[in-house]
């Protein structure tokens, strides 16, 4: 008869009972596409990313310096609140802004940076407070000697890059660390001991 519908088969059932909960799915991830959302590979923006540091100088003023070159590279899931950091620093680039201080602070009772020219940081263990990130618990390794260090993200913000299809995050990051530790004991005590890293960080979505 014109217009009437025609029984479902068996086997028609069986073939909507498999493809409904299979076109929920689809609609449900165009609907909330972070439910499905993955890890994402971040390059630091050589221009935007520094580490700097300073430390109380005879216990009157302060000395800042930084570090001109570094690389690493960054993951994150921010769904699964998880990711992996690797920061890779030239401890010869070091800058104070007076070429003889560099030339001492590279010298090997210091960086050592003839021997040692690389400085890590290598973090697995990020902390979120819901979707923010907090803080990166990790380890440096400097002189040749690891040790635990704990980056608080002052603030850490992703935002989508104009006129292009790569998301860009960043954010400022301080941690404090004992040059004792590392076997930089010269002039102590009256150089201090603790030394504040600050470190601005931007990254690319690869």
Known sequence: MNGSRKPMTRCSRRVAA???????????????PAACAEPVDYAPD???TRVHWEVRH??????????????????????????????V?????????????DTVLRDAELLASAAFPKAYFVSRD????????VALNGEITLRG??????????RFVCRPVADA?????????????????????VALPFAADRVRLQIEVEGLAR
């Open 18 to 32: 498999t493809l409904l909960p299979l076109i929920a799915c689809v609609a449900l991830a165009s609907a909330i």
């Open 46 to 48: 050589p221009q935007f």
């Open 58 to 87: 005879f216990g009157t003023s302060t000395i800042r310096g930084r570090f001109d070159r570094l690389e690493g590279a960054i993951t994150l899931d921010r769904e699964k609140r998880r990711g992996e950091v690797s920061i």
């Open 89 to 101: 620093v030239d401890t010869g680039s070091i800058s104070t802004g007076i070429a003889p201080f």
């Open 126 to 133: 990020l902390v979120f407070d819901g979707e923010r990130l």
């Open 145 to 154: 000697i690891s040790q635990p260090l704990r980056l608080q993200a002052q």
């Open 165 to 185: 299809p790569r998301e860009r995050c960043g954010g400022d990051f301080v941690g404090e660390l004992r040059r004792s530790d590392f076997g930089m004991t």
